[in-house]
């Protein structure tokens, strides 16, 4: 069974564009996460994505944004990029609301986009 | 959110077992402790979870005190591609995943 997958697997783009991340759960899964882990921190939740909707939302700006489709993948869209946007950005699906396993989470292997 | 306390760093000699604390004082009676870990720029992996009762799978066991301030993850016979950042999280159930992820333990196994 495939894992989460995530595209591209480095993005390098300057100053003021943006950045699409794109994300595919595991089969059945309907939930999707999205996390930021900046070079030296810890990783900081993003956004949760469930049957299409947003769910909840973590400390960012208004330019980090995304969506759900129908099909349960997703991307992540990030406007007018700062330096400081660079990061390793990690999806993980689960399959309920909350948790396959109350919080079990698969994670992807992640996006590396670096601002230049 | 309830918040949690790792020591940055532990070694470990492969073979033995390793023992991963975590302080979660302030924990509230329906958070769950949860534990991943990250293997060098990999995407983290779930290890195990539990409530109030020790836990034990096919890769770690947790070990829960009584008051719930506390938990140890046990790795039983480490080995070196169980280097990696371990992180200790409480979470609310189906809070939606919004796991906080603290700093972790960054744990070595040596030859």
């Known amino acids: 069974e495939a894992g989460v997958t995530q595209s591209p697997t480095h993005l390098i783009k300057t100053r003021g564009q943006q950045a699409t991340l794109r994300c595919s759960p595991i089969?059945?899964?309907?939930?999707v996460y999205w996390y930021q882990q900046a070079l030296g921190l810890g990783l900081q939740f993003l956004l949760w994505?469930?049957?299409?909707?947003?769910?909840n939302r973590g400390n960012f700006p208004p330019r980090f944004s995304g969506r759900q489709f129908p099909n349960y993948s997703s991307e992540l869209n990030v406007n007018a990029l700062e330096l400081e946007d660079s990061a390793l950005y990690l999806c993980?699906?689960?399959?309920?609301?909350?948790?396959?396993?109350?919080?079990?989470?698969?994670f992807g292997e992640g996006s590396r986009l670096t601002v230049l | 959110d309830a918040k949690t306390t790792q020591p940055p760093s532990m070694d470990c000699a492969e073979g033995r077992a390793a023992n991963l604390p975590c302080n979660h004082s302030?924990?509230?009676?329906?958070?769950?402790v949860y534990w991943y870990r990250q293997i060098h720029s990999q995407g983290p992996q779930y290890i195990i979870h539990?409530?109030?009762n020790n836990e034990t799978n096919e890769m770690a066991s947790l070990i829960i005190t009584e008051d719930r301030k506390s938990s140890t993850l046990i790795l039983p016979h480490a080995t070196l591609r169980d280097t990696a950042v371990y992180y200790c999280?409480?979470?609310?159930?189906?809070?939606?995943?919004?796991?906080?992820f603290g700093q972790g333990t960054e744990l070595s196994v040596k030859p």
């Open positions: 539990g409530l109030k």
């Open positions: 993980a699906s689960s399959l309920l609301a909350g948790g396959s396993a109350v919080g079990e989470l698969f």
């Open positions: 302030t924990i509230s009676g329906n958070e769950y």
């Open positions: 994505y469930d049957e299409g909707e947003e769910r």
């Open positions: 999280i409480v979470m609310i159930y189906n809070q939606g995943g919004k796991l906080i």
């Open positions: 089969s059945g899964h309907t939930s």
